[in-house]
T-cell receptor, first 109, second 116 residues
Framework: ELKVEQNPLFLSMQEGKNYTIYCNYS?????LYWYRQDPGKSLESLFV?????AVKQEGRLMASLDTKARLSTLHITAAVHDLSATYFC?????????FGSGTKLNVKP | NAGVTQTPKFRVLKTGQSMTLLCAQD?????MYWYRQDPGMGLRLIHY???????AKGEVPDGYNVSRLKKQNFLLGLESAAPSQTSVYFC???????????????FGAGSRLTVL
């Protein structure tokens, strides 16, 4: 069974700092997605990564994919409070999606 | 444009009762999914469907049944609810990715189920 591991699971950081969330997965796949979930809300799509070396950026967030290492990263630059949420990576395995446990990010003023 | 609508949003059941969660999408998506979300465990796939009249098991299918009689609807049934099925249930849908390969999920708002 495909395993998806995220770390860290909890991240408390100061505004203005940088940090990276890691997503490792256990099987060959070249399609990986990042989602954001606000407390009590649903999930919304952030990034779609479809090939080795893919890099996507939106505002202070940048996601990358290394299919050979089976690793995706979500990098946060100069964090702001509005980025506080839970972030999930998900691996697409023949249209079945396997999610990581999520990284709960708290950005403190 | 409603997207993905789940009903009910909240439900409390007693052990052994049955219920059905309804998911409806208005985007003409081929694929539909039911996930459950438990603290610290991310989302786990219960069942999914790749088209009208089709269903398949996911990671945690035991205790659940599904049906997709119409393309826009995907029903999740609990025949005899157990406390272990207390969770938040999310329905999601996506279009056939085709050549682009992107298969982005659109999620419903979630249904919180408590089994006493």
């Amino acid at each position: 069974e495909l395993k998806v591991e995220q770390n860290p699971l909890f991240l408390s950081m100061q505004e203005g700092k940088n940090y990276t969330i890691y997503c490792n997965y256990s099987t060959t796949s070249d399609r990986l997605y990042w989602y954001r979930q606000d407390p009590g809300k649903s999930l919304e799509s952030l990034f779609v990564l479809l090939s080795n070396g893919a890099v996507k950026q939106e505002g202070r967030l940048m996601a990358s994919l290394d299919t050979k290492a089976r690793l995706s990263t979500l990098h946060i630059t100069a964090a702001v409070h509005d980025l506080s949420a839970t972030y999930f990576c998900a691996v697409d395995n023949f249209n079945k999606f396997y999610f990581g446990s999520g990284t709960k990010l708290n950005v403190k003023p | 444009n409603a997207g993905v609508t789940q009903t009910p949003k909240f439900r409390v059941l007693k052990t052994g009762q049955s219920m059905t969660l309804l998911c409806a999408q208005d985007m003409n998506h081929e694929y539909m999914y039911w996930y459950r979300q438990d603290p610290g465990m991310g989302l786990r796939l219960i069942h999914y469907s790749v088209g009208e009249g089709t269903t398949a098991k996911g990671e945690v299918p035991d205790g659940y049944n599904v049906s997709r009689l119409k393309k826009q609807n995907f029903l999740l049934g609990l025949e005899s609810a157990a406390p272990s099925q207390t969770s938040v249930y999310f329905c999601a849908s996506s279009s056939n990715p085709g050549a682009s390969g992107a298969n982005v999920l659109t999620f419903g708002a979630g249904s919180r189920l408590t089994v006493l």
